[in-house]
């Protein structure tokens, strides 16, 4: 057993029922190949609840200074995370990210790049639609719908995953890529809201 793994299942102990998790629409997910993996972002504990619920291992990118905390960085490193730097465009972050979606794996995406406080679904970053873009993987959005608060109930629900074709035929932007994925998590969060 590998340690992301033995992590996985630790985690999932504690936090399946202390929020009483429910995941929605896992058979949306696609069980092999490259998945964009975009999700709105409510609360700090987001990338191990979608890493858990998730069907298949997930790989954030998350803020280069959390490597940097002794213990934390070393345990994000083995649960597959790579270093971001944020608020400049870190090419090293993005080919990281290309080739993990290339080589058939999961990259999980917060477009909105930080947690929303307001509870309401932010504008995303063009990060999202530049992945989507570049590459031949599945994007799957994700909406996380809380509130985090003990023995109530967190939904995580999958959508089916979006057809990116006709943006890439027609040549759209990554922001405008990114605002579609924005539109399908919010649709999902009024859905099952």
Do not use: W
């Not at 679904?121 to 608060?149: D, E, N, S």
Request: overall charge positive; glycine content about 10%.
């Amino acid at each position: 057993m590998n340690f992301y793994t033995f992590a996985k299942g630790v985690v999932k102990g504690v936090f399946s029922p202390l929020y009483r998790i429910e995941v929605i629409g896992k058979e949306h997910f696609p069980k092999d190949g490259g998945v964009l993996l975009c999700s709105n972002h409510i609360e700090t504990l987001d990338p191990p609840v979608v890493g858990i619920t998730a069907p298949r291992p997930v790989s954030f990118m998350a803020k280069a200074e959390l490597f940097d905390v002794p213990v934390l960085g070393k345990i994000i490193k083995n649960l597959h995370a790579f270093p971001v730097k944020r608020g400049m465009s870190d090419r090293e972050a993005l080919r990281t990210g290309l080739k993990a979606l290339k080589e058939g794996n999961v990259l999980g995406l917060f477009p909105e790049g930080t947690r929303n406080k307001t509870g309401k679904l932010g504008k995303g970053l063009a990060g999202a639609g530049f992945f989507a873009l570049r590459t031949k993987a599945h994007v799957v959005p994700c909406a996380i719908i809380g509130p985090y608060k003990p023995f109530r109930k967190l939904k995580v629900v999958y959508g089916k995953p979006i057809d990116m074709e006709p943006y890439r035929e027609s040549k759209a932007s990554a922001e405008e890529v990114t605002e579609v994925i924005m539109n399908h998590i919010g649709d999902l969060i009024r859905q099952y809201s």
